[in-house]
């Protein structure tokens, strides 16, 4: 077998490693497990290392187990977090495990009939049935309560303020816990990774498959560091909230966007992270990146990369064709394959007004337009300034006085984007 860990750790994506885990992964496929909390329908880019990691797995030749925590969930993870999550209700649960696991099928292939096939668990489908008098026999009576408040994430709260921590979350980590067990014996899983908060839970998992398989029984844990930005930030938030991976909640121009916004400092860190190039190229990208940083050529290739993994190659064109549209030279035609929701995407933020289809039939001049139309200019003597000074721009073509707004100028047979100088833009929106 490929050295999986080597390859992980270059990349940045090891923190905590159990003794032993390495020699297992150089020995044989290793079926390995990495639990997703369906707290929404969708996931965040935060989920992005986890799902990499199992695309890993497979690459290297191990079998990789997703877990959507259908069970888990109607508690919620403790782990890192200073209150107790609101409880979900059943309806809302079905539908985030749903929306995650159509997240999850985008990338790893749940109906191939290779040897080391991802798999996709739920462990709802284990836990419903369990009585809480047999889950306090077979599984409480293993892990003592010393041992239990001993990890961090109840340490943590129980040494903070507020409330404390609830039974319910307390028993958390038993739940998890008992995952790796029922995996370890149903699919032969020997090791769970996930990030560097869930060391806790994940040791407790191992020491349940001990403890309830007898000494002979291994398995293994291997953490990844939590991804933060330079300046010490939370990774995953724009300005409007999450980024995350299904484009009804972010749009791809909007994800690739946030690629290409990173400083120099981040992407020479997330390219290592959240693409597959290879380390002669990365080398290669960096080298040049820092002989001609104003080209941004790491950034370029992070967001080419990350937005082709998550959307597919042709949206990832659609988006870069949409960047055109605000940073280059774009012609009518390039407006015009914009979608409506695309469009408002790139001028989002710009001043708009309504005009009618019915003036628009007819023909507008260029001077009313401006003016009494949009109010783009406070009046018709300013807008004709503007006009004989050649700074206007409709569609991004320059237009003069003469001028007339007819319907063969919509985009989408909706909008007219207005300019003035390089930088400030109007949208029409005809109705």
Known sequence: MKNLVEELQWRGLVHDIMPGTEEQLLKEMTTTYIGFDPTSDSLHIGSLVPIILLVHLEKFGHKPIALVGGATGMIGDPSGKSDERNLLDEATLDKNVAGIKAVLSRFLDFNSTAANAPVLVNNYDWMKDFSFINFARDVGKRITVNYMMAK??????????????????????????????????????????????????????????????????KAYAMTCPLITKADGSKFGKSEGGNVWLTADKTSVYKFYQFWLNTTDVDAEKYIKIFTFLDKNTIDSLIAEHNETPHLRVLQKRLAEEVTTFVHGKEQFEKAVEASKVLFGNPTMEDLKQLDEATFLEVFEGVPQAEIKIADVEVGINIVDVLNEKSGFFKSNGEARRALTANSISVNKTKVTEEFVLSLKDLINNEFVLLQSGKKNYFVLRVI
């Open 152 to 217: 961090d994430s109840v340490k943590k709260r129980l040494a903070g303020e507020g409330e404390g921590m609830s039974f319910t979350e307390f028993t958390y980590q038993l739940i998890q816990g008992y995952d790796f067990h029922h995996l370890y014996k149903a699919h032969n899983c020997l090791l769970q990774m996930g990030g560097s908060d869930q060391w806790g839970n994940i040791t407790t998992g191992t020491e349940l498959v001990r403890r309830m398989n007898g000494e002979g029984a």
